[in-house]
């Protein structure tokens, strides 16, 4: 080290503990110094260190732009911040210093931003109120987990001083949930997507129809929800969203900027409707609803007009909720459809979705049959996937068709850490915390183009699952690690690095109610649960 930091570093270091005794008086001094500015999840793309921290005071002001968008971001993290600071931070458009939020035309792309700190304040910059989020997340993860608390504590509220430049790797960093095996509330989904935003997930997938139970009401086909939603596994009341319960849900996905990405799974997986029209039957009797939690024995009936005016409906009310880009028509399991069968189906849905102004995306069965053009196909195969299947998924991606990938025995959050896992599946094997994170999504799949691979999306399946404590134990620690393979560049993935900056989230999680596995893997602290 050059004589010119040290001197720097000592002078940081005598500052902070001249911060931490005038100011806290009891707080002990470890607190007073702040988080390293690359201890993040997902590991920012680049972090240069120095200088003097940033503290947040009584009189810190959040400074933004005039953008109404940016001015909602800033919003946002006062809600983060105001609660446990107890400081009024007036949000402004006026003055430099304190926090701020700028949004201004730079090299971060839709959703990277750049992070200043030091003495004089801390300013995120982006090109647009993404980046901006994003960045505030980043923030947030550098303050103390306290910050988290809903009461006022002590601080100090230090932030590292020194600049991280950040951009995702990919764009599609997915989470799905699915709320046919078991329904969820609104607000138990909002509590999950809160969670996805704090670690920079930009896509919520909701598997809204299995055999189940049929979740979202559809004006012209009202039985799906009020009959096909009125149970679930296990025979519990199930339920469905209203439109305008779905509506909010994509409303408050959207101010944490993630797109909901609705999925119909068809052609089979489709008992729930099946069961609530008869007509849609090949021989025209419905089969009484199902609440256990085998797979692949319902389809619809691809040689019906029925089927596609069914289809039509569907999809165009479904189109017309969603603001997001994308319709996902699942595709997956249809056992008891023939190949013939599939094939014809979805020669005649993937127009559908197109017609109504949305781009198919399904699982990578859909790869059997001819994608549409734009199509993405979610990869679900593991390492014992046929060479055969695998590379049916390679050449569509050599074609033109782009992956999400979603290895179920790496990032189905749904399977077990260990046999002693209390909830979840297994038929993918067990899935601890290294196996999840330690893989490249780039490299993954072998021929298949690097710009074919869209992103990463981990699917939480649940037969098993009935409420938030639920998912939140299967979620966590796996979810962030997913993540970080989604934002970060291939380089920085190190599984060695990356178990500490884990463990350093579960006091966070612990302040947010977040009840997670504590996996031997991961060097946790002497002081968690
Ligand atoms: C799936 O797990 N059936 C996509």
Request: glycine share 12%; hydrophobic share 35%; with cysteine.
């Amino acid at each position: 080290m050059r004589p010119h930091h040290r001197t720097l570093r000592l002078l940081g270091s005598l500052l902070l503990l001249a911060m931490g005794v005038s100011m806290t008086g009891a707080a002990p001094a470890q607190a007073a110094s702040p988080t390293p500015l690359d201890r993040v999840i997902p590991a920012p793309a680049s972090v240069a260190p120095g200088g003097s921290p940033y503290r947040i005071t009584r009189g810190t002001h959040i400074h933004v732009d005039g953008s109404r968008a940016a001015r909602r971001v800033a919003e946002y993290l006062a809600a983060v911040l105001r609660p446990s600071t107890g400081y009024r931070l007036p949000i402004t458009d006026r003055g430099a210093g304190g926090i701020r939020l700028r949004l201004a035309k730079g090299p971060f792309g839709a959703e990277g931003y750049r992070l200043d700190s030091g003495r004089k304040g801390v300013t995120l910059t982006a090109a647009g109120p993404a980046g901006l989020f994003h960045g505030v997340q980043t923030l947030r993860q550098l303050l103390p987990a306290a910050v988290e608390k809903d009461t006022v504590q002590p601080g100090p509220w230090l932030v590292a001083g020194g600049t991280i430049t950040d951009s995702p790797r990919y764009g599609w960093r997915g989470a799905m949930l699915d709320v046919s095996r078991h329904f969820f509330t609104v607000d138990q989904v909002k509590r999950y997507i809160d969670q996805l935003a704090l670690y920079k997930i930009n896509k919520l997938h909701l598997h809204l129809s299995d055999d189940q139970g049929w979740r979202i009401a559809v004006d012209s086909w009202p039985r799906l929800a009020t009959y096909g939603g009125s149970t679930e596994v296990g025979g519990g009341p199930g339920g469905y969203y209203t439109k305008a319960q779905y509506k909010e849900i994509v409303r408050y996905a959207g101010s944490r900027y993630l797109e909901v990405v609705p999925e119909i799974d068809m052609p089979g997986h489709t008992n729930a409707a099946l069961a609530s029209y008869a007509e849609l039957n090949c021989d025209g009797v419905a089969p009484p609803l199902y609440t256990g939690t085998d797979v692949g024995f319902s389809s619809l009936c691809v040689g019906k007009e029925i089927t596609y005016d069914f289809v039509d409906d569907v999809i165009r009310e479904l189109a017309a909720l969603t603001p997001g880009k994308y319709l996902h028509i699942g595709g997956d399991e249809a056992h008891s459809t023939s190949h013939e069968d599939y094939v014809e189906f979805m020669d005649r849905v993937q127009p559908v979705v197109a017609k109504y102004g949305k781009t198919v995306v399904g699982w990578h069965q859909l790869t059997g049959a001819t994608p549409a053009k734009g199509a993405l196909a979610q990869y679900w195969g593991l390492d014992s996937t046929s060479a055969e299947e695998k590379a049916q998924v390679v050449k569509a991606a050599q074609s033109g068709t782009g992956l999400i990938l979603s290895p179920a025995d790496r990032v189905y959050l749904d399977m077990k850490y260990t046999k002693d896992t209390p909830l979840g599946l297994s038929w993918a094997g067990y899935v601890e915390v290294r196996r999840s994170y330690d893989w490249d999504p780039g490299a993954y799949l072998a021929g298949v183009p690097a710009g074919a691979v869209r992103g990463v999306e981990a699917p939480m399946w649940s037969e098993t699952l009935e409420d938030s404590e639920h998912i939140e134990y299967m979620a966590f620690p796996r979810l962030p690690g997913v993540a970080e393979l989604g934002w970060s560049s291939a380089a920085s993935h190190d599984w060695e690095r990356y178990k500490v900056r884990l463990a350093a989230q579960a006091e966070r999680w612990d302040v947010l109610g977040i009840g997670y596995y504590r996996s031997p893997q991961v060097p946790w602290g002497s002081d968690g649960p």
